[in-house]
Structures are given as structure tokens and as C-alpha cells.
């Protein structure tokens, strides 16, 4: 079913909206939906039925009845042995892939290094899923949908990789158009960075930040076929009023550093000769950190942004991150009084951008499509569930 410009159907958007709900709580009864959208006994009877029916929701508890009686309420949560996502990060020399069920929680990661001299990224993408989707399969799992986060300039609703520096691709890739012939499963395809923003939105559930930053930083070879040596890359994913921004063509949160030298390859000021000295030495160590971190402060100050994230494989002390970043606020904020930002470094480590591309589909699942747009034309919510759903059942009967 097409949204249009006059939004999806009301059947559609009233059972995504109860299907977030109940998402973005532990557990909750058909009263507290009700109370909380707004929709009557009848509409949320019929929606929570559909969901029990297709195996998403599952009744956890029964409540204790009200001093008048009546019925014990049955709280609903949903279940997380529903399916599993893939997330995979392809770089340069490496990819990184976690499997993660409904409630967000890792059930399996794996790493492996690689070489892109005479391989492609799709190929790698379709081996890593068949290799998951093996190991799954043989733990009774069934995988639903798969992420993945790649550098470079990427449409997520068209499913393209424009281009990638890193990666050595000058030409338009159409990832979702290859997947369709090799895989029987949906994908999305997100930029690296803006994938560590969809990991924090996806378990953070009703606590997530509307305003906030999201600071890539990783070690790899700067390009496969070129470079020996690995430098560190960096991408800016930027959150704003909830929603990720991508920007007019895809582009939003590529960075360089305004003190960037034309001749380098780094991002940075840091010339290429001394570049492989920044993971020895503590000065180029730190001023590459306050060179970003100027950066990173101009972003806070002019948006107003409530949450800085460093994630990746950043090799800095948290609070050594946090106190540079505070003093590059500082200076460049000209009012009295403090700016109120938390900084923080995501707690998943290496794994934050492919738990982030497991969390963009997860996010997707349970949106609501008048908040969050169409991704290549395909449904979202319900929509997509119905989808999921319609594939499991033409798995079970080709078996």
C-alpha cells in the first residue's frame, strides 16, 4: 500500500501506533494503549488481536483486577523471539556483524578482516548474510531483515551507494536492487555514522534524546588498494527533532576538517608523514582531538544539540574526551552561562555501527508512517510487519 501525499490508511497508522506503544514499554495493558492514544475499546481490541495473531505481541502477565472487579488486565510486550536483524559494517579491511532480536538485546557478533583489492562490497554484504542466516537458521532462529553501514555518500531510501572515497566506488551502486535478486529477505542500507545515531535511537527507547550528535571515529586503511597504512576516519551523524538527518543529497555528516591541507589524505591538518605516529603520540594524539572537537563544539552551540556520542573505536579515556570537548564548548560559546551537553562513548564499542544497521531496521519496524518517511517505497509499521510476516509464511510452506 502507497502513503500518498494524504498519508497512509487510518487502519494502517492506528496499528503502528499501537504496535510502537507497546515497543517503547516493557509491558503495558489494552487500557493503558487506550488511554494513551486516544483510540477506543473496539479499534484496540481489533489491532491487538492482528498482532497476537501474527506472533510480533505476546501477553506476559496478568495484572491484579480493580477494587470493583472486573477482569484482570493482560500486559502485552513484544516478543523478542518474534525474528532476528542482521547489522553489518563493511570497511575497508574488515566487517563487523552482530545478530539482534526485538528487544535490542546482542545474541551473536563476529569479525573478520578482509581484502576489497578483487572483491566487492555487495559480494561481501550477500556472503556475510548467507553465513548468518546458516548459523541462525541451525539455532532455530529465524532472521527477519538485515542492516548494513558502509562509508560514503548512501541513500537510504533509494538504496544507493553514490559514492565512497573509502571505498573506491565512483559510480551509483544499487544495493536494494542487487539484494532483491540474491536475497528473499528485506534490507537497508545506511551511511556509517548515521547508523551509530539509529543504534542510539533504537535502545534507547522512550529515554532517547531529540537533539544529538553521533561521532564516528575508526581505525582502517584508508582506502583498499592504495594505503598501507591505517588511519583514522571520521563521520558526523547528526539527530534533529527525532528525526536522523540525511540532508538534500545524502550527504549530511561526510566531514573534513575546515584546517584540512589540499594534498592530504586525512581528514585532519595532520599531514600523511605524521599521521602514523598519532596512535604514539600523546601531542598529535591530542590535538587531533581538539582540531574535532572544534568542530563537534560549533555543531552543539549552533544547533543547540543536547547529546554529544563518541563511538567506534576511539581510543581516548572518556573523561579526557569529556573534558577537551567541555573546553572547545567553552570557547567557542560567548554567553555567561554553561552549555548544557552530556558526552558520553557509546558502551558498544566496535560494535556500534552494525548494531546501529540491525537498529535502523528495527526502528523501522516499529515507526509510525506519518513520523517517519517511506524508505524506497516500501511500508513501514504494520505495513512492514504484514510484509515480514507474508515472507515467513512462504519460507515455511517452500520447506
Not at 472486573?70 to 552482530?98: H, M, N, S
Not at 566506488?169 to 544499487?174: C, F, G, M, S
Not at 581528514?267 to 596512535?279: A, G, I, L, P
Request: glycine share 10%; with cysteine; aromatic share 8%.
Amino acid at each position: 500500500m502507497e502513503a500518498g501525499r494524504n498519508g497512509p490508511a487510518i487502519s494502517q497508522l492506528n496499528g503502528s501506533r499501537v504496535l510502537r506503544t507497546i515497543w517503547l514499554h516493557e509491558r503495558i495493558s489494552r487500557v493503558e494503549i487506550a488511554r494513551t492514544l486516544g483510540l477506543n475499546k473496539s479499534t484496540i481490541t481489533k489491532i491487538v488481536h492482528d498482532l497476537l495473531e501474527s506472533g510480533i505481541v505476546k501477553v506476559v502477565a496478568e495484572g491484579n483486577a480493580s477494587p470493583l472487579g472486573g477482569r484482570k488486565p493482560k500486559y502485552l510486550t513484544v516478543d523478542p523471539e518474534f525474528g532476528c536483524i542482521l547489522g553489518i559494517e563493511i570497511q575497508t579491511d574488515f566487517w563487523y556483524a552482530v545478530v539482534v532480536d526485538l528487544s535490542g538485546e546482542i545474541l551473536h557478533s563476529e569479525r573478520a578482516n578482509i581484502s576489497l583489492r578483487d572483491r566487492s562490497v555487495l559480494d561481501v554484504f550477500f556472503e556475510v548474510v548467507d553465513r548468518l542466516r546458516r548459523r541462525m537458521t541451525d539455532e532455530g532462529r529465524r532472521v527477519i531483515g538485515a542492516g548494513l553501514g558502509v562509508s560514503g555518500i548512501v541513500s537510504l531510501r533509494e538504496g544507493v551507494i553514490y559514492q565512497s572515497n573509502p571505498l573506491t566506488i565512483t559510480e551509483p551502486l544499487p544495493v536494494y536492487e542487487e539484494a532483491a535478486k540474491r536475497l528473499d529477505i528485506p534490507i537497508m542500507i545506511e551511511n556509517d555514522a548515521n547508523c551509530g545515531c539509529w543504534g542510539e535511537l533504537a535502545s534507547r527507547y522512550s529515554g532517547r534524546p531529540d537533539n544529538f550528535i553521533f561521532v564516528l571515529g575508526e581505525f582502517r586503511l584508508p582506502n583498499p588498494r592504495d594505503f598501507d597504512y591505517k588511519s583514522i576516519a571520521v563521520g558526523l551523524g547528526l539527530v534533529l527533532g527525532g528525526k536522523v538527518h540525511h540532508g538534500r543529497d545524502h550527504s549530511a555528516g561526510e566531514f573534513r576538517s575546515v584546517l584540512w591541507e589540499y594534498g592530504n589524505t586525512t581528514q585532519f591538518s595532520v599531514t600523511d608523514d605524521h599521521f602514523h605516529m598519532v596512535r604514539t603520540d600523546p601531542e598529535l594524539h591530542e590535538r587531533m582531538l581538539r582540531e574535532l572537537s572544534a568542530h563537534v563544539a560549533f555543531l552543539v552551540n549552533t544547533l543547540n544539540l543536547g547529546h554529544v556520542v563518541f563511538g567506534g573505536t576511539f581510543e581516548f579515556p572518556e573523561e579526557y574526551v569529556r573534558r577537551v570537548l567541555k573546553e572547545e564548548i567553552r570557547r567557542n560559546w560567548s554567553y555567561q552561562n554553561e552549555v548544557d551537553c552530556e558526552i558520553r562513548i557509546s558502551p558498544l564499542g566496535e560494535t556500534a555501527i552494525a548494531y546501529g544497521a540491525a537498529g535502523l531496521f528495527i526502528e523501522h519496524l516499529f515507526a509510525l508512517p506519518n513520523v517517519t518517511d517511506e524508505v524506497d517505497g516500501r511500508l513501514l509499521g504494520t505495513g512492514m510487519l504484514k510484509s515480514i510476516t507474508r515472507m515467513l509464511a512462504d519460507t515455511e510452506a517452500g520447506r
